[in-house]
């Protein structure tokens, strides 16, 4: 297994590659010095290879070297930080944050 994780900033998302072939992203949106994200998937083709794990510590990671803290509304992300030893700073959201970021993904 060959996997790799891009960020695609004009599409707002992390991808993860398995072998070259798209297997997942997570998907966020900035809002100040935060970065919400709000969904991680992969394609059940690629499911059981740890795939998510692996997209969401490289995310966080890249977004934490960008500068943000993290807002978990995706269930997976906040399941990671909740279970995952790590140095991240993060919160749940707030009923603001979710109205927020309703408002930013039309």
Same mark, same amino acid.
């Given at each position: 297994?060959?996997?790799?994780?891009? @960020?695609?900033?004009? =599409?707002?998302?992390?991808?993860?590659?398995?072998?070259?072939?798209? %297997?997942?992203?997570?998907?966020?949106?900035?809002?100040?010095?935060?970065?919400?994200?709000?969904?991680?998937?992969?394609?059940?083709?690629?499911?059981? =290879?740890? *795939?998510?794990?692996?997209?969401?510590?490289?995310? *966080?990671?890249?977004?934490?070297? !960008?500068?943000?803290?993290?807002?978990?509304?995706?269930?997976?992300? /906040?399941?990671? *930080? @909740?279970?995952? !030893?790590?140095?991240? !700073?993060?919160?749940?959201?707030?009923? %603001?944050? /979710?109205?927020? /970021? @309703?408002?930013? *993904?039309?």
């Amino acid at each position: 297994m060959n996997t790799s994780v891009t @960020q695609e900033t004009d =599409r707002r998302r992390f991808v993860i590659t398995d072998d070259g072939e798209t %297997a997942g992203s997570s998907h966020y949106r900035d809002h100040d010095a935060e970065r919400i994200f709000f969904h991680t998937e992969i394609d059940e083709a690629f499911g059981g =290879r740890g *795939l998510a794990g692996i997209i969401t510590s490289e995310a *966080l990671a890249t977004s934490v070297a !960008e500068g943000f803290s993290i807002v978990a509304v995706c269930p997976f992300v /906040l399941k990671w *930080l @909740q279970t995952e !030893e790590h140095d991240i !700073e993060w919160r749940k959201p707030t009923p %603001a944050d /979710l109205t927020w /970021l @309703q408002e930013h *993904l039309r």
